[in-house]
């Protein structure tokens, strides 16, 4: 059977968590802006749900290969590449070139975190 890098198991696990997740904590403000609240929280937990299923053995996996420090940095990095594809195509947010400077100090904490 294919086994993965558990790095790449982990990362791979991450992005599809960080989909579901950005779905429940924002996917509400376009699509049940009707709603109460209440509502919204209720659909948003019940997405999050499929999130913790990935989001949880992702970290396991992950901390096989990776230090505390590595695993929260990957997830964070993850989070903005999925984040901003998700603002401008599915809420209809504009780009905005604070996303790339966001993303280039992404990329001096991993070489902090990694450097070692």
């Known amino acids: 059977m294919f086994a993965c890098h558990p790095v790449a198991s982990a990362i791979g696990l991450l992005i599809l968590s960080n989909i ?3 779905f429940a904590w924002y996917a509400h403000l376009k699509d049940l802006a009707l709603r109460p609240w209440y509502v919204a929280a209720l659909i ?3 997405i999050a749900l499929f999130e913790y299923l990935l989001q949880v053995p992702a970290n ?3 901390f096989t ?3 505390l420090a590595q695993l929260k940095i990957l ?4 989070s903005l590449t999925v984040f901003v594809p998700f603002a401008v195509f599915y809420m209809q947010q504009p780009f905005k070139w ?3 400077w966001a993303a280039l100090c992404m990329v001096g904490a991993v070489y ?3 450097r070692s």
């Open 20 to 22: 579901f997740m950005s």
């Open 44 to 46: 948003s937990w019940g």
């Open 60 to 62: 396991r996996i992950g």
């Open 65 to 67: 290969a990776l230090s």
């Open 75 to 78: 997830q964070e990095v993850i």
């Open 98 to 100: 604070d996303y790339l």
């Open 112 to 114: 902090f975190m990694f």
